[in-house]
T-cell receptor
Framework: GAVVSQHPSWVICKSGTSVKIECRSL??????MFWYRQFPKQSLMLMAT?????????EQGVEKDKFLINHASLTLSTLTVTSAHPEDSSFYIC???????????FGPGTRLLVL | GENVEQHPSTLSVQEGDSAVIKCTYS??????FPWYKQELGKRPQLIID?????GEKKDQRIAVTLNKTAKHFSLHITETQPEDSAVYFC??????????FGKGTTLSVSS
């Protein structure tokens, strides 16, 4: 099956710093990528949808200036958490679909801890 | 937008029993309904999915049923095993392409 990778798998940072998370589709071209956030013992909450070469569409309540998403190529999307605070600590998971937009393939997730 | 409700939030069964998890969705335009299994600290893994033109689908011990009129779908696991213990999420794809997830069901199978 299709493979999606994420880097880093975990990151610890100080409050106020910015953190970039990469999501890559390894063996297919991802026309659309999604970013989810999952707090402990909770569900996956959609943050934004990004299409290659265009601006991301953010879900209600997600600050676009805080969570910067770039989808510059068909195999790479990045999420930058700017001026991170402890409440941003969470499990961030990306997913990707190919042109058929059927099955979504999930990355392994990035665990962020902001001190 | 789409809203997905999932019940129960926790489910405990004895090994060998069946487990049923139910979900409802709000957007009648939704056409794709996957189920994911997530183990602690790992990514969700697709276990079965169903599309709106099908009423039932089965894969070994796992089956999913869909009632479009009532806008609900269910996951059925038969002959449960301890390794089935995990959190299960249903999801629906609405007018856009993003999956909207239910809140999850923690399944515990005791031997």
């Amino acid at each position: 099956g299709a493979v999606v990778s994420q880097h880093p798998s975990w990151v610890i940072c100080k409050s106020g710093t910015s953190v970039k998370i990469e999501c890559r589709s390894l063996d297919f071209q991802a026309t659309t990528m999604f970013w989810y956030r999952q707090f402990p013992k909770q569900s996956l909450m959609l943050m934004a949808t990004s299409n290659e070469g265009s601006k991301a569409t953010y879900e209600q309540g997600v600050e676009k200036d805080k969570f910067l998403i770039n989808h510059a190529s068909l195999t790479l999307s990045t999420l930058t958490v700017t001026s991170a605070h402890p409440e941003d600590s969470s499990f961030y998971i990306c997913s990707a679909t190919d042109g058929s937009q059927e099955t979504q393939y999930f990355g392994p997730g990035t665990r962020l801890l902001v001190l | 937008g789409e809203n997905v409700e999932q019940h129960p939030s926790t489910l405990s069964v004895q090994e060998g029993d069946s487990a049923v998890i139910k979900c409802t969705y709000s957007d009648s335009a939704s056409n794709y309904f996957p189920w994911y299994k997530q183990e602690l600290g790992k990514r969700p893994q697709l276990i079965i999915d169903i599309r709106s033109n099908v009423g039932e689908k089965k894969d070994q011990r796992i089956a999913v049923t869909l009632n479009k009129t009532a806008k609900h779908f269910s996951l059925h696991i038969t002959e449960t095993q301890p390794e089935d213990s995990a959190v299960y999420f249903c999801a629906a794809r609405g007018a856009g392409t993003a999956l909207i997830f239910g809140k999850g069901t923690t399944l515990s199978v005791s031997s």
